[in-house]
């Protein structure tokens, strides 16, 4: 797979970094103006030694919870305080679908800049092109561009001939050598676009005609810096891996939705993501110095108190990936983007920079995602040594099963046939029990990238998913 590659100084010293990031932040809060992308300070070094000092943190207290008397108390509270929380998502009452945006408004519609960026896409570029060119949508209030990061396949060729035949089309060659990853791609492509409004697809993304429509109502109010289509797997009912990637994007999207229900955070996918250009320069443009860019920019658009809201239908469909071994690389890519950004913002994320609410969901889910999964290991050999049940069992049975609830209720709620039969719970019980099945490597992934990410050199990389053109689109098997 193709790859951008930076090399880390880990002798760099980054809270002074992080200090002044947040002076910035608070400097566009007050006079209004836009960061750009080069004054973003370098945060990210440094990683190495703050996830080893966590996967200390995380093997000592395990150990020490095991030793002393109130440890599976501590351990009842925690289950306690996240019983509560999944129950409120349980219970919340997700927002109402806005209205579509009439004929009328769309004279005032603000201008959309649809970004696409391409490495080696030949198999799939030609299908979404013509799509995002022919979007229900005022031809003068969008153009779609695609930035050609230094194919060799035949993606440059195929769209050269795209531009002839779409006058909305335009194409950014990227040189050899250009740096950043896809985040590099967006970041040089941006200054040359129109858009109020940047929205983000991967060269595989199958979407609605009428999606612009749909995303717009979303942006009425002035503190939503950001949206996230739903995601859903176009070749689902291919084997076993995809039908799992299916019932995980449901997951995700019930979770989403819920989530921003209760005033948690919302969180950007990077596929299907539309983002208000105020908001994104205020952040100071994608970061290239991660490999999730998605997930970093959720983190830098709360901390500069914007929401991100979430739209459920159309979905965005993507290619799933069919074997273990490219789940397992892209997961850990996946993992450890999502790691990175806990390191990289810890100080303004302690300081509440993103109110109590948003703030005490994020928690919640850092222990459930990140946390927990990382102590198993030594959870489960204190047990061994000591003859008992794992101290976390507690925490981790609660977990796993709001998991499989809200699994359930996702696969439920993003069927295409509303009506429920008999025949269709029984269908949506075997996708449930599949889907955990499924959802079990995360117990592998999260562990071996917190021992990665503390031990071996940071490998800063971003790198893409090979789609091979072959999908299913609106398979829900």
């Given at each position: 797979?193709?790859?951008?590659s930076?090399?880390?100084?880990d ?21 209004g103006?836009?960061?750009p ?8 070094q ?10 200390v943190t995380?093997?000592?207290?395990t ?5 002393v008397s ?8 925690l ?6 929380h999944?129950?409120?998502i ?9 209205e579509?945006?009439?004929?009328e408004?769309?004279a005032?519609a ?11 896409e030949?198999?799939?570029i ?7 060119c022919n979007?229900?949508?005022p031809?003068d209030?969008?153009?779609?561009w ?11 060729k195929?769209?050269?001939?795209l ?18 990853g896809?985040?590099g791609a967006?970041?040089?492509v941006v200054?040359?676009t129109?858009?109020?409004i ?16 749909q ?20 070749n ?7 039908l ?5 994007m ?8 819920q ?9 950007l996918?990077?596929?299907g ?13 994608w ?50 983007g999502g790691y ?26 850092l222990?459930i ?17 000591r ?6 069992s507690?925490?981790t049975?609660?977990?796993m ?7 359930y ?23 449930t029990m599949?889907?955990?099945?499924y ?8 562990p071996?990238?917190?021992a990665?990410?503390?031990?071996r ?5 971003w790198?893409k ?13």
């Amino acid at each position: 797979m193709p790859a951008n590659s930076w090399s880390e100084n880990d002798s760099y010293d980054e809270l002074d970094a992080l200090s002044a990031f947040l002076s910035d932040l608070s400097d566009a809060d007050e006079s209004g103006e836009t960061l750009p992308a080069a004054s973003l300070p370098s945060l990210f070094q440094g990683r190495r030694r703050k996830a080893a000092a966590v996967l200390v943190t995380i093997w000592g207290s395990t150990i020490a919870l095991h030793l002393v008397s109130w440890g599976a108390w501590f351990v009842l509270g925690l289950t306690t305080l996240f019983g509560i929380h999944a129950l409120r998502i349980v219970l919340a009452r997700p927002r109402q679908e806005a209205e579509l945006i009439s004929d009328e408004a769309l004279a005032t519609a603000p201008f959309i800049s649809l970004l696409v960026a391409a490495k080696n896409e030949e198999a799939v570029i030609g299908n979404l092109v013509k799509v995002l060119c022919n979007q229900d949508y005022p031809s003068d209030k969008y153009e779609v561009w695609v930035i050609d990061d230094d194919s060799t396949d035949s993606t440059p060729k195929i769209l050269s001939q795209l531009q002839q035949k779409y006058d909305c089309l335009k194409v950014l060659h990227r040189q050899t050598g250009a740096t950043g990853g896809k985040s590099g791609a967006l970041n040089q492509v941006v200054p040359l676009t129109k858009g109020d409004i940047l929205a983000v697809f991967d060269a595989d993304a199958h979407i609605a005609p009428n999606l612009l429509k749909q995303v717009l109502p979303l942006f009425a109010e002035k503190n939503v810096g950001a949206v996230q289509v739903r995601k859903a797997i176009a070749n689902a009912s291919e084997n076993f891996w995809t039908l799992g990637q299916q019932a995980e994007m449901a997951l995700d999207a019930y979770v989403q939705q819920q989530r921003f229900a209760v005033g948690g955070l919302g969180e950007l996918r990077g596929n299907g993501q539309f983002v208000r250009r105020k908001a994104l320069e205020r952040c100071g443009g994608w970061n290239e110095e991660t490999i999730t860019d998605d997930l970093d920019l959720t983190f830098r658009l709360h901390l500069d108190c914007w929401d991100i809201e979430f739209l459920p239908e159309p979905a965005v469909q993507e290619e799933g990936v069919t074997t273990a071994l490219a789940l397992w690389h892209q997961r850990n890519r996946w993992a450890e983007g999502g790691y990175q950004r806990y390191l990289d913002y810890w100080r303004p994320i302690l300081s509440n920079r993103m109110g109590t609410r948003k703030t005490f969901d994020l928690f919640m889910y850092l222990l459930i995602q990140y946390l927990l999964p990382a102590a198993q290991v030594p959870d489960l050999l204190m047990a061994i040594a000591r003859n008992r049940l794992p101290v976390f069992s507690p925490l981790t049975g609660l977990a796993m099963s709001m998991s499989m609830l809200w699994m359930y209720k996702g696969l439920k709620r993003f069927r295409p046939d509303e009506k429920v039969r008999i025949s269709t719970l029984f269908l949506l019980l075997l996708q449930t029990m599949r889907g955990t099945i499924y959802m079990l490597h995360w117990l592998a992934v999260m562990p071996s990238i917190t021992a990665r990410m503390s031990i071996r050199p940071k490998r800063l990389k971003w790198v893409k998913t090979v789609h091979q053109g072959k999908s299913e689109v609106g398979s829900r098997k």
